[in-house]
């Protein structure tokens, strides 16, 4: 079983989070934001991955610092629980609607960091959370997994369906690109022989 821990503790922020890949979906969250709490759970689930993160950060400043640190241990929890990245899809993508929302998701987990970015949200805020923090947080994990990820909004005029939908499909692609393909199970999934 793949699994993971990562304590993380700056002047900012003390994280605890483990994850484990071939989960059931489980999740126990404290970020100290209700709208992150809420999107991480939704991840997990439709990932079917088991995740617990407790964050105690400076919210009394903003959720800035808390959000970007999360994904940076989401995306070394995964670095680490993947190892060497033996027998993995590799590759996975959807569209997922919500309601009025549709998203385009795609993910390589390539070795190399890189976000596209192509969201519009409507609003600056859900709840008493920035909307620009979604994007912080993609970029922290994207660039500490070492994947490739990309959002692409089709259809949306509800920032927080816009939101939900993205961390939706970011669990399913997620899930779908680490899953193992039992007939390539000993092979790495690169011509370089790498990821």
Do not use: W
Not at 38 to 62: K, N, Y
Not at 79 to 98: N, S, W
Not at 99 to 113: F, N, Q
């Amino acid at each position: 079983m793949r699994r993971s821990r990562i304590d993380r503790k700056t002047s900012e922020t003390d994280i605890r989070l483990a994850l484990t890949i071939e989960g059931t979906g489980r999740s126990e969250i404290d970020t100290g934001c209700g709208f992150m709490d809420h999107m991480l759970e939704l991840f997990a689930r439709h990932g079917r991955f088991d995740l617990f993160i407790q964050c105690d950060g400076d919210t009394g400043v903003d959720y800035h610092h808390s959000v970007e640190d999360i994904g940076i241990a989401l995306g070394q929890a995964f670095v680490d629980a993947l190892d060497d990245k033996k027998g993995i899809v590799r590759y996975a993508d959807m569209v997922l609607p919500m309601d009025e929302a549709l998203m385009l998701c795609a993910v390589d987990i390539s070795g190399r960091g890189c976000l596209g970015f192509h969201v519009e949200m409507p609003t600056e805020k859900v709840g008493n959370m920035d909307t620009e923090l979604v994007k912080e947080f993609f970029l922290a994990f994207t660039r500490n997994a070492d994947v490739t990820l990309h959002f692409r909004e089709l259809a949306g005029e509800n920032t927080h369906h816009i939101i939900e939908a993205m961390f939706k499909a970011f669990g399913r692609v997620m899930s779908g690109a680490c899953a193992i393909d039992e007939k390539f199970s000993e092979e790495i999934p690169s011509t370089k022989g790498v990821l």
